[in-house]
């Protein structure tokens, strides 16, 4: 199955054989791991969850689906698929993300984010920065925002903003290309969306963390990001 995602504004195109995944020329390379320890941040073991999350429920799954208008929907990936992708990066992905794109819709197109839709498993947006190894594994470091243009420059802070953008989550879209949505998938916020920007990166709506469902209700519903 071959899937062309031109109305994410990528040219790539990704191939889904029913037995093994291949991800985009940009995405990063799930055997090579960066293990940077970030003194200050959230420092936790890297610990691999071994079996999925709980089902979600029928009802999850329809808001779900009603949320996903099919003609919009990229192909689902399929519970194998996910089984290697989740192999390869040492993470297991949290529900209802997980059944989302195993069962439903791989991304979409119209959205959420409305600018350039819900990202494939894997994929970057083309403006994304601290271009390096991903290491979905390893915890994402921080528990509450924060704001790094409002702080003097330490002399790791170019590693520190890296590994916020880098470690323990996957990329769900983008907002004009300087702010990006990540759903965690390792570590103290696993399963919570993420607001990551040029100026800081923060819970979102603030101070607390929604969770996928929530996040992508709030997009349905024709509700502001901010509102």
């Known amino acids: 199955m071959v899937s062309s995602l031109s109305g994410y504004g990528l040219s790539t195109v990704i191939s889904l054989p029913t037995s093994s995944i291949r991800f985009p020329a940009h995405a990063f390379e799930p055997d090579a791991v960066a293990r940077t320890s970030i003194s200050g941040f959230c420092q936790h073991a890297v610990v691999t969850t071994t079996s999925p999350d709980q089902r979600p429920d029928e009802a999850t799954l329809e808001i779900l689906r009603s949320a996903f208008d099919p003609e919009w929907r990229e192909p689902a990936l399929g519970h194998e698929a996910v089984s290697v992708w989740e192999s390869e990066n040492r993470v297991t992905l949290p529900e209802p993300y997980r059944t989302l794109i195993a069962e439903i819709a791989n991304g979409s197109p119209l959205g959420p984010p409305e600018d350039g839709g819900l990202l494939p498993l894997g994929w970057l947006p083309p403006g994304w920065p601290h271009q390096r190894t991903r290491n979905p594994a390893a915890p994402f470091p921080l ?70 469902l929530e996040w992508v209700q709030r997009w349905h519903a024709g509700d502001s990001w901010w509102d």
């Open 143 to 212: 528990q509450e925002a924060w704001a790094w243009e409002d702080e003097n420059p330490a002399e790791d802070h170019h590693e520190r903003v890296a590994t916020v953008y880098n470690h323990g989550s996957v990329v769900l879209g983008t907002d004009d290309e300087l702010s990006y949505w990540v759903l965690v998938v390792a570590g103290p916020q696993r399963g919570k969306v993420w607001l990551v920007t040029d100026v800081g990166a923060y819970p979102y709506p603030m101070p607390e963390a929604l969770g996928f």
